[in-house]
Structures are given as structure tokens and as C-alpha cells.
């Protein structure tokens, strides 16, 4: 899709095109572009070299401030090149080749990639209609071969947001089965989009839950620094040890990543605040949901996150996003998050880019296009 886009700006024009097929950011704040700014005029003895793997100790602090949990040190931090390494640093350190990773459809296509290439096994459940967890589906996935459960709360795609009632459902199903294995299976959570959750809607925190958790935290969307490659892995207290922090250093190594980028690792330090104004990309969410409502084309609202995930109002999925293709709307098919039936549009794009695809798709409700 990201090519298709490419190619459609060079031949008619940016204008003419609204690409809401990735989940591009809005555009950084100017306090982070300072930030960046100030970060590469910064000199220390060694500031171009090899650092520790896990990072810088002041930035793994500052890390460690902004988990809500107490018990939470620099040591419970490793510091990545965005939630995907960190996600993929997790899976090498704490799953086995032949293991299964049980995810949750719609899922984050490269959840899959992170297991295929650890030499694990994506296992997925789809979740309920309503979006929220399976919890019988999960319990039936789970078996002596799982070493891992991956979700992702605000979801990408669905822009469903765990609530508590979830989590501990989820929880009490892993401890169960822990009593009968000899094994505990690790529960990662990425929150890559935990800024963007939309009142009255709410993070709960996990580790309150289950111990044996890791979170894959990222700046990429909330400051817009997607192309910079910055995040960090959380570890529960209780899995902050040397043997842990050997195995993440490795992983970071063997995956080619090292360490996080020193420049985004600074920048962060040079930000006062990480928090974030979410109101712009709430109101783009309201924006596109009051659109669909009025077209009557079926959506959840979303409660957290960058995507409106609407069910396709054809049957042939493909087939829609071509017609839309060739109508300059770039919107993913949900058969990339193992969901066929459904279509998700990025709204963290320019207004006249929404108005022009939410025209397109209310031309498609009203029947003016219609499959060949
Ligand atoms: C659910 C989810 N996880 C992880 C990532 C990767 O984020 P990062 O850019 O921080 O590696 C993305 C990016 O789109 C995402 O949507």
C-alpha cells in the first residue's frame, strides 16, 4: 500500500490522494523537534560509540519514571529501536524455537513476522464481535508448547482498549493454566498507542494483574518520531534479573539492533514532559465516526489508537479496495490483520485527506459505486 501511495502521488499529484492505508503519525511538536535538535549538539566523552545494550542509565531512569508501578527501577527497562524491536527482543529472549505465541485477530500483521522469525508459532484467536478478548478461545489455545501471549491494547486495528474486567480474565486464565504446566507463560503487552486512549476510556495497569509481564512501549506515534526509532521494553520487577538482562543484550545483538539510536535516546531526556496532546486525533476519531454513522456503515467506535475499523460492505474485501484504489483512497484490507470481512482507515491524516476519502466511502453506502 505504501508503494501504491508512492506511485499515485507521482502520477497525480499529493493532493489528489488520500492515503489512510499506514499508520503515519501527525506531525512531531515543535518542543521534539527541539528536542532532537538539542540532543545532537550534545557532547560527552563517547557520545558516538558503543553504549551498554540495554542503553543509557539516565535514559533507562527516566524510562523507569514513567511506568506507574511501584517497584519499577532502570532495571526493569531496556531501551529499543521502537515497540517493534522491542516486541521482537521479547520474543527472542523469553520464547524457544517451536514455541507458540498465542495473538489476538485483528492483530498487528508483523506480530506474525516477530514469531516466524524466531522459529515460534503465531497462534491466533479471533476475539468476540464486540472486540474484547475470547477468554474460553484463549484458554483452548493455550498448551504445554505456549511460552508467550501477545495483545495489543489500544489495538491496531481495532481500536479496542483492554479494560480491567479483561485483563484479569486474562490473567485468571494464565494462572490457571500455569498450576497445570511446569512453565509460566509470559504475557506481552504493546502499548505502543496507551497515549492515545480516549476518555472515558482507560489503561489499566497490568502489572497489577500478572507478574509475569513485559510492556513494548514506543515514541513513534504520540511524538511523531516514527522514522527515529525509539522505544522501550518494561519488565515486571519480578523478571528484572542478570539472567534476563543477559538475554535482552543478546537478543538486541543477534537481532542486529545493538542499541536504541543515542540522538532518540537523548531527546528524550531533553523533553520535559512525556505526555501528549491526544485532543487532535480525538477529534479526527470523532470526525470519521460520525461519518460512518451517518452513512450507516458498520463500525465500533474506537476507543484508543489511530484506526477506524469499519466491516466491508462488500463481500469481496479486495475487490473494494481496488475500487477505492482507483478512486485515489488508500484504506488496508483486514485480511493483512487475519480479519477478511473488515477494512481499517488510518485517521491520524490532514482533514481535507479525511474529508475526501469519508466522500468516496459515503458514495460507496449510498450504492453510486458498486462491485463489477
Ligand atoms: C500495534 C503496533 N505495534 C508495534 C508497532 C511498531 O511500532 P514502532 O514504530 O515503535 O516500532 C506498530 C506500528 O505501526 C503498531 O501499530
Known amino acids: 500500500m505504501f508503494m501504491e501511495g508512492e506511485r499515485l502521488r507521482a502520477e497525480f499529484g499529493e493532493e489528489t490522494v488520500a492515503d489512510l492505508s499506514i499508520g503515519q503519525p501527525l506531525e512531531a511538536p515543535q518542543s521534539v523537534v527541539d528536542a532532537f535538535a538539542a540532543a545532537s549538539r550534545e557532547r560527552f566523552v563517547g557520545r558516538f560509540g558503543y553504549m551498554p545494550n540495554l542503553g543509557y542509565p539516565d535514559v533507562r531512569e527516566r524510562a523507569a519514571e514513567d511506568v506507574s508501578f511501584s517497584g519499577i527501577t532502570s532495571e526493569c527497562i531496556a531501551m529499543t529501536p521502537g515497540a517493534a524491536a522491542a516486541i521482537a527482543v521479547a520474543i527472542r529472549t523469553f520464547v524457544d524455537p517451536g514455541d507458540d505465541v498465542i495473538g489476538v485477530a485483528p492483530y498487528f500483521p508483523e506480530f506474525r513476522l516477530y514469531c516466524e522469525t524466531a522459529s515460534a508459532r503465531f497462534v491466533p484467536v479471533a476475539t468476540g464481535p464486540d472486540l474484547r478478548l475470547d477468554l474460553d478461545a484463549i484458554s483452548g489455545a493455550l498448551s504445554s508448547h505456549t511460552a508467550a501471549v501477545l495483545v495489543n491494547s489500544p489495538c491496531n486495528p481495532s481500536g479496542h482498549v483492554l479494560d480491567g474486567g479483561e485483563l484479569s480474565g486474562l490473567a485468571a486464565v494464565l494462572e490457571a493454566h500455569n498450576d497445570r504446566h511446569d512453565r509460566k507463560v509470559l504475557l506481552i503487552i504493546d502499548e505502543v498507542y496507551r497515549r492515545l486512549t480516549y476518555p472515558p476510556h482507560e489503561r489499566v495497569e497490568p502489572f497489577n494483574l500478572y507478574e509475569n509481564t513485559v510492556l513494548a512501549r514506543s515514541f513513534s506515534k504520540d511524538l511523531g518520531v516514527a522514522g527515529e526509532r525509539i522505544g522501550y521494553l518494561v519488565l515486571h520487577p519480578s523478571l528484572a534479573n ?18 536504541a539510536p543515542a540522538t532518540a535516546q537523548r531527546a528524550l531526556l531533553h523533553l520535559d514532559s512525556w505526555e501528549i496532546n491526544a485532543v487532535p ?22 476507543a484508543g489508537g489511530l484506526y477506524l475499523w469499519l466491516r466491508s460492505p462488500w463481500a469481496d474485501t479486495l475487490q473494494l479496495i481496488e475500487a477505492l484504489t482507483e478512486r485515489r483512497v488508500l484504506l488496508t484490507p483486514g485480511i493483512a490483520f487475519g480479519v477478511p470481512s473488515h477494512i481499517r482507515l488510518c485517521f491520524s491524516a490532514p482533514r481535507r485527506k479525511l474529508e475526501m476519502a469519508m466522500a468516496v466511502l459515503g458514495e460507496l453506502a449510498a450504492g453510486q459505486i458498486s462491485p463489477a
Open 281 to 302: 486525533y480525538r477529534e479526527r476519531r470523532d470526525m470519521v465516526m460520525d461519518r460512518v454513522r451517518a452513512d450507516g456503515i458498520e463500525a465500533i467506535e474506537p
Open 242 to 259: 542478570a539472567e534476563t538482562h543477559r538475554g535482552l543484550a543478546q537478543a538486541l545483538r543477534a537481532l542486529g539492533f545493538v542499541n
